[in-house]
């Protein structure tokens, strides 16, 4: 049950949504681990974005001045695992809009983060190497429309009257912080190149947040379901 102002916390088929958020949001980061070290040119984290994993092909790519050997023997796994896993957040954020907050900021970051996760999915769908221009708009509007969705949350999460803890640090706050943090990266992206920014770095910064947000928003809704399973079997 959930009354004005309850926190709605999982009962079994939500607590499935929280699995799978957490699951999601970790596999998109760690299958890079595997990916770099399968990769037959060398990958370097630092240096080279994301989208070098899943491309196709094998070849130099970049600037004509400075190349870079790219080849990637696991660019299946890291294109289904970025259609799975932005599919799913896609899904999970328009039925978590009321866990955000019900209200037009919970609403609207709900919306701007589903929308988010459908663009990562997009990147998936369309490597670097088979539509330059298409995975970048994918990539970097994903992104920003991600980091915006977190914004939006953020202050919904806020203004609710109803505060949720990770531990000392307050959950809105958090929200907030991933937010403007990814933004700042994504404003990073648009850098000029002789800026000479570590792009991997950079583009990490710029979608990590959204994906940590999921990691740790569906690990809070099985940490809740669990502590309100003890209570109602302790007849609290």
Request: charged content about 15%.
């Amino acid at each position: 049950m959930a009354g004005s102002g309850t926190i709605r916390v999982s009962p079994k088929p939500e607590r499935v949504w929280a699995l799978l958020a957490v699951l999601a949001g970790m596999a998109t980061i760690l299958i890079e681990i595997p990916a770099a070290l399968m990769s037959e040119s060398g990958y370097s984290f630092t240096r080279q974005p994301i989208s070098h994993l899943g491309m196709t092909g094998c070849g130099d790519w970049g600037d004509v001045g400075t190349p870079i050997e790219v080849c990637s023997p696991a660019h299946p796994f890291v294109n289904g695992v970025s259609i799975i896993a932005g599919s799913m957040p896609a899904i999970i954020a328009f039925i978590w809009h009321d866990w955000i907050a019900p209200s037009r900021w919970g609403r609207c970051g709900s919306f701007l983060l589903a929308a988010g996760g459908m663009l990562l999915a997009g990147t998936g769908m369309v490597p670097a190497d088979i539509d330059p221009t298409l995975h970048t708009v994918f990539g970097f509007g994903g992104s920003a429309i991600q980091n915006l969705g977190l914004l939006a949350a953020g202050i919904a999460l806020r203004r609710w009257p109803e505060k949720r803890w990770i531990g000392p640090v307050e959950f809105g706050g958090l929200t907030l912080g991933l937010g403007a943090f990814g933004l700042a990266g994504v404003l990073f992206l648009a850098a000029p190149e002789t800026w000479n920014l570590p792009i991997g770095i950079v583009e990490r910064a710029a979608s990590y947040p959204f994906l940590i947000w999921f990691i740790v928003a569906g690990w809070m809704q099985l940490r809740d379901a669990s502590r309100r399973k003890r209570e109602l079997a302790s007849g609290r």
